[in-house]
């Protein structure tokens, strides 16, 4: 049990001295912020004292009315969106796991379904276990009924990708090899499925090393760091290949930017803006939210019983 509780001790002052890992998608609520923070969120609204979640109602255009609203007979409106409920075939297009057939929107079944009329209406057909589509050629395919054309539109059918192996040089090395991965050719004279998942992916692949994540050393391709920014007014965050994150910078008194350990130097401007508000303005200084803390703290704990 003392073993235990030392590590838990240790790993809870290690993740208090760490380095700050902002992540995008763990804003703070509505409930968080200060009054000027609030006003910069599209979905957060002031009242009187307090910074409060919009309601659907709230949103005035269509744009606005997302997640749980459904913009109908020219409001926005607390129901649910099913694919059911959207109107046309730009609305379905735009709601994940739906797709236009028969003039209405319905969940997605298979690419040979759906006739769109747009081609790459096709490409934004996904089913649930990660079914892609595409636009079968670029003909118009037009269905009859009566002697009157009642459809027209592009056939989608099953995303093709393409064996990267197959090609022998660099000049044919291209195409989609998965849905995340494209074909590149490598300095060992062949030709691979490439996808940048850290810096180090790009050894060996011309130019793929990204240079807003990444930076050569040498032969090799390495993460960036903060230590790599000159400029004052740019040390602030540094972006991880996971586009959700960044890393937290800090400008010191040797006039050099390193990673920051905690938020102190941010101010009541800058606190929200540069960690995306996964951090507010309370009293005086620049926190994480509490609802973060608490899914780091639990984190921990599991991480503890498991050992």
């Known amino acids: 049990m003392k073993n235990i509780q030392l590590v838990l001790l240790i790993a809870f002052f290690g993740l208090a001295s760490a380095d700050i890992i902002i992540n995008k998608s763990k804003r703070c609520e ?34 606005k009315c997302t997640g749980d609203c459904q913009w109908k007979g020219g409001k926005c409106i607390d129901v649910k969106k099913e694919c059911e409920n959207m109107p046309t075939e730009e609305s ?19 690419c040979s379904d759906f006739i769109v009329t747009k ?11 990660g079914e892609r589509c595409q636009a079968k050629g670029v003909s118009v395919t037009t269905l009859f009924y009566k002697h009157l054309a009642v459809a027209a539109g592009f056939q989608c059918e099953n995303k093709v990708y393409v064996d990267c192996s197959k090609f022998v040089t660099e000049a044919t090395c291209k195409g989609v090899a998965t849905a995340t991965a494209k074909c590149q050719w490598k300095s060992d004279g062949k ?20 240079p807003k994540y990444c930076k050569k050393d040498g032969q090799i391709c ?9 400029i004052q007014a740019q040390c602030m965050s540094l972006p991880k ?13 040797d006039n050099k930017c390193a990673i920051a350990t905690d938020a102190t130097h941010l101010n009541e401007q800058t606190c929200n803006d540069v960690t995306f508000g996964s951090y ?19 984190s921990l704990i599991i991480l503890v019983v498991l050992i």
């Open 30 to 63: 509505c409930s968080s912020f200060i009054k000027s923070e609030c006003d910069k969120w599209y979905d957060c609204k002031w009242n009187e004292s307090s910074c409060l979640k919009k309601e659907c109602s709230d949103y005035a255009t269509e744009d």
């Open 92 to 110: 379905c297009s735009n709601m994940a796991g739906c797709g236009w057939k028969d003039n209405k929107c319905i969940e997605f079944t298979q």
């Open 119 to 129: 081609a790459e209406r096709c490409s934004v057909l996904q089913g649930e276990n």
């Open 191 to 210: 030709c691979y499925a490439f996808e940048l998942k850290t810096c180090r992916d790009a050894d060996g692949f011309n130019q793929m090393c990204d």
């Open 222 to 230: 390495v993460n960036k760091a903060c230590s790599d920014i000159t």
């Open 241 to 253: 290949i996971d586009s959700s994150k960044s890393t937290l910078c800090k400008w010191g008194a």
């Open 280 to 298: 507010h303005w309370v009293t005086d200084t620049c926190q994480q939210c509490s609802s973060n803390w608490i899914l780091s703290i639990m």
